[in-house]
């Protein structure tokens, strides 16, 4: 599809079900060109900004790697590199790097930061996430959900934990846009906001899919294809995770849960880091607390690691379409 040249991706609400289908087939098929050795360099000359406010692995070493692959020189700036906020408005700082830089990435805490950095840099702007989206983990899901499940109509996707954090926001939007049955189980005081859920219910209604939330568990999982987690506190609210553990731990993805859903083939993600059996800083070893168990997160039914492999092809799928057209 040659109509996403100049688009930003703030979340996935600015793609419509048909181009969110030819980005993933653009992935797919540029992960077999590099499989295969060869690519064709496509952004060859383009300069793309990388605008950090929080740490990551995934999502930098996937927009460096992905530009790279594609001939473009990527610039990582780190919230101590720029003045971005402090001396120098976003607006100014979105409008001086538009003319330096052919796309931005932001990755930090405010939604409205990528917003503003959007409205005035005058080239595309990618949010590699903020506090209320995290659109670049979502199309890397879906593409590993294709990948492992074919296609994407209908499939049952139980999200386990947190269900008002960034990847669950995006993983609403994204499965209800592509016809999926989407379950949010979480507690009550974690359920995502009402307005969301309302706007992804649209969204499934036209595309067939539907949407359910739930604090039952049992009713959540039953039949699902996917149980996907994410830590029990999201960056910037570790302070919270004592109250997290006792509010989550019934959520916990451990074989029983996994059962729950009735299919022995249900297949687990998470968009990592992940807590597995792991130390914490609260209180050493606590295999019991941390939101996957050993045994799911190493089991046959884990696909994380292709989860984060994926967010480099879709990654670069999206630069492709965005900056030059093509897909």
Same mark, same amino acid.
């Given at each position: 599809?040659?109509?996403?040249?100049?688009?930003?991706?703030?979340?996935?609400?600015?793609?419509?079900?048909?181009?969110?289908?030819?980005?993933?087939? !653009?992935?797919?098929?540029?992960?077999?060109?590099?499989?295969?050795?060869?690519?064709?360099?496509?952004?060859?000359?383009?300069?793309?900004?990388?605008?950090?406010?929080?740490?990551?692995?995934?999502?930098?070493?996937?927009?460096?790697?992905?530009? *790279?692959?594609?001939?473009?020189?990527?610039?990582?700036?780190?919230?101590?590199?720029?003045?971005?906020?402090?001396?120098?408005?976003?607006?100014?700082?979105?409008?001086?790097?538009?003319?330096?830089?052919?796309?931005?990435?932001?990755?930090?805490?405010?939604?409205?930061?990528?917003?503003?950095?959007?409205?005035?840099?005058?080239?595309?702007?990618?949010?590699? %996430?903020?506090?209320?989206?995290?659109?670049?983990?979502? %199309?890397?899901?879906?593409?590993?959900?294709?990948?492992?499940?074919?296609?994407?109509?209908?499939?049952?996707?139980? $999200?386990?934990?947190?269900?008002?954090?960034?990847?669950?926001?995006?993983?609403?939007?994204?499965?209800?846009?592509?016809?999926?049955?989407?379950?949010?189980?979480?507690?009550?005081?974690?359920?995502?906001?009402?307005?969301?859920?309302?706007?992804?219910?649209?969204?499934?209604?036209?595309?067939?899919?539907?949407?359910?939330?739930?604090?039952?568990?049992?009713?959540? *999982?039953?039949?699902?294809?996917?149980? $996907?987690?994410?830590?029990?506190?999201?960056?910037?609210?570790?302070?919270?995770?004592?109250?997290?553990?006792?509010?989550?731990?019934? $959520?916990?993805?451990?074989?029983?849960?996994?059962?729950? !859903?009735?299919?022995?083939?249900?297949?687990?993600?998470?968009?990592?880091?992940?807590?597995?059996?792991?130390?914490?800083?609260?209180?050493?070893?606590?295999?019991?607390?941390?939101?996957?168990?050993?045994?799911?997160?190493?089991?046959?039914?884990? *696909?994380?690691?292709?989860?984060?492999?994926?967010?480099?092809?879709?990654?670069?799928?999206?630069? *492709?379409?965005?900056?030059?057209?093509?897909?």
């Amino acid at each position: 599809m040659y109509g996403m040249k100049g688009k930003n991706l703030l979340t996935l609400k600015d793609f419509s079900a048909e181009e969110i289908e030819s980005l993933l087939r !653009s992935a797919i098929d540029l992960k077999e060109e590099k499989a295969s050795g060869r690519w064709r360099r496509r952004l060859e000359g383009k300069n793309i900004a990388l605008i950090f406010e929080k740490p990551s692995t995934r999502t930098r070493c996937a927009f460096v790697v992905a530009a *790279v692959d594609e001939g473009a020189h990527p610039e990582y700036l780190g919230k101590g590199d720029i003045q971005l906020g402090k001396k120098e408005t976003i607006k100014d700082t979105a409008r001086v790097l538009g003319r330096l830089f052919d796309g931005i990435q932001f990755r930090g805490f405010k939604h409205e930061t990528v917003e503003e950095l959007a409205k005035y840099a005058g080239v595309p702007v990618w949010n590699g %996430l903020t506090d209320r989206f995290h659109p670049t983990q979502a %199309l890397a899901d879906l593409m590993t959900v294709r990948e492992k499940k074919g296609d994407l109509r209908g499939v049952g996707l139980a $999200y386990v934990g947190d269900g008002r954090n960034n990847v669950a926001n995006s993983l609403l939007l994204a499965s209800a846009l592509m016809g999926m049955d989407i379950r949010i189980v979480a507690p009550e005081p974690l359920f995502p906001d009402p307005v969301l859920v309302d706007e992804a219910g649209r969204l499934g209604r036209e595309r067939g899919g539907t949407i359910t939330v739930t604090a039952d568990p049992d009713r959540g *999982v039953r039949g699902a294809q996917v149980i $996907y987690t994410d830590v029990w506190a999201s960056m910037g609210e570790e302070k919270e995770l004592r109250d997290r553990i006792s509010l989550l731990k019934p $959520y916990r993805i451990d074989g029983k849960m996994m059962e729950k !859903s009735g299919d022995p083939k249900t297949i687990f993600m998470h968009c990592l880091p992940c807590f597995h059996n792991t130390e914490t800083e609260i209180s050493g070893k606590t295999p019991e607390i941390c939101e996957a168990a050993e045994e799911v997160f190493e089991s046959p039914n884990s *696909v994380v690691f292709d989860q984060a492999e994926n967010r480099m092809h879709t990654i670069k799928a999206v630069m *492709v379409a965005t900056l030059v057209g093509e897909s």
